[in-house]
C-alpha cells in the first residue's frame, strides 16, 4: 500500500466511449502525475499538476483531458480513444517544494489503471 | 533531453544468486529513484539516492552522481524479485520532470 488509490483498475471502453480514471493520494502531497504505460516502452509523463495547478503537459493529445480540483484526487478524462490508447495509466504523487529549496521530491505510485480500447 | 539507459535489458537468475543493475544518465539529475513493477504492474519505491549508497535488506543501491550513473545490487535473489526494475531521474533543468529508464526484466528460477 502506497498512499495512492486508482480506480477503476480495469477499463475496457469502444472508441466512442466517454470514461473518466480517478486517482486519490492520501500522503499529504502537494503535485500529482498521470503516466502511461505502453507495452515494451518506458513510462510517459502526461501530465503534472503542482498546487493544483497544470504545470507541464507533454504534448498529450486532446482526447485525454486532465482535471484536478484539490491537493487529493486527480481525473482522466477520456474521450474518442484509438486502440493506441490502450495501456497501463499510472498515477503518482510527491511532495515538490519551490526550485530554489533542494528537497525530498519521492514519487510514490498507485497500482494503475489498465485500459484497453476496443 | 536527458537520456537514461538501463542494463542489462533481460536477466535471469538461479534464485540465490547476485546481481547487478545500471542505470546510466546522460546529464546531471537533481533526483534518483529505483523502482520494483510487480508482475501486476504496481511501482514499488525501493530507492530514493540521487547520491551515494544505501542499503535496505538484500538490496542496495549506490548512485555516483559525477560520473553519471547508478547501480542496485540484488543479493540471494528470491523468485519475489521477479519483475521489471526501473530507474527514473529527476532533471536540472526541467521542472518537475522525470524521466524513466526502459528498465531491465528480472526472472528469478526457483
Known amino acids: 500500500e502506497t498512499g495512492v488509490t486508482q480506480t477503476p483498475r480495469h477499463l475496457v471502453m469502444g472508441m466512442t466511449n466517454k470514461k473518466s480514471l480517478k486517482c486519490e493520494q492520501h500522503?499529504?502531497?502537494?503535485?500529482m502525475y498521470w503516466y502511461k504505460q505502453s507495452a515494451k516502452k518506458p513510462l510517459e509523463l502526461m501530465f503534472v499538476y503542482s498546487l493544483e495547478e497544470r504545470v507541464e503537459n507533454n504534448s498529450v493529445p486532446s482526447r485525454f483531458s486532465p482535471e484536478c480540483p484539490n491537493s487529493s484526487h486527480l481525473f482522466l478524462h477520456l474521450h474518442t480513444l484509438q486502440p493506441e490508447d490502450s495501456a497501463l495509466y499510472l498515477c503518482a504523487s510527491s511532495q515538490e517544494d519551490p526550485p530554489w529549496i533542494r528537497s525530498y521530491n519521492e514519487q510514490f505510485f498507485g497500482p494503475g489503471t489498465r485500459l484497453t480500447v476496443l | 533531453g536527458i537520456q537514461v539507459e538501463q542494463s542489462p535489458p533481460d536477466l535471469i537468475l538461479q534464485e540465490g544468486a547476485n546481481s547487478t543493475l545500471r542505470c546510466n544518465f546522460s546529464?546531471?539529475?537533481?533526483?534518483l529513484q529505483w523502482f520494483h513493477q510487480n508482475p501486476w504492474g504496481q511501482l514499488i519505491n525501493l530507492f530514493y539516492?540521487?547520491?551515494g549508497t544505501k542499503q535496505n535488506g538484500r538490496l542496495s543501491a549506490t548512485t555516483v552522481a559525477t560520473e553519471r550513473y547508478s547501480l542496485l545490487y540484488i543479493s540471494s535473489s528470491q523468485t519475489t524479485d521477479s519483475g521489471v526494475y526501473f530507474c527514473a531521474v529527476e532533471q536540472v533543468s526541467g521542472t518537475y520532470k522525470y524521466i524513466f529508464g526502459t528498465g531491465t526484466r528480472l526472472k528469478v528460477l526457483a
Open positions: 500522503l499529504g502531497h502537494n503535485a
Open positions: 546529464d546531471s539529475v537533481n533526483n
Open positions: 539516492i540521487p547520491s
